[in-house]
């Protein structure tokens, strides 16, 4: 084998060696950071349910409130009496402290 051809295949061997090492470093980051986008995500949505359950109560009065649901108050007539109602009772109190 003539030597020139001999130095070029050691090299290029050497070369393909060093690429493969690059090549399995750069799948090792790709597998990373697709199992940290994937994290990510599961994150996010975990996040957004555990939202919505601590939060769920809160909602469910409010709808309750605004569908009517509330004991005592079925309209907004029932509401402004009650606040007539205790308008007075302020005044009432404070006549009473004078």
Avoid: C, H
Avoid at 43 to 50: D, E, N, R
Avoid at 88 to 96: C, I, K, M, R, S
Wanted: cysteine-free.
């Amino acid at each position: 084998m003539d030597p020139e051809v001999k130095t070029l295949l050691e090299e290029s061997i050497k070369l393909s060696k060093e690429n493969n090492v690059l090549l399995v470093k750069i799948r090792n980051v790709q597998k990373w950071g697709q199992i940290a986008r994937i994290f990510y995500w599961v994150l996010i949505v975990g996040m957004a349910l555990g939202a919505f359950y601590f939060i769920k109560p809160y909602l469910g009065n409010v709808l309750n409130l605004y569908s009517g649901g509330v004991s005592g108050i079925n309209n907004i007539g029932d509401i402004t009496k009650n606040l007539k109602n205790s308008q007075t009772d302020v005044q009432e109190l404070l006549d009473f402290v004078k």
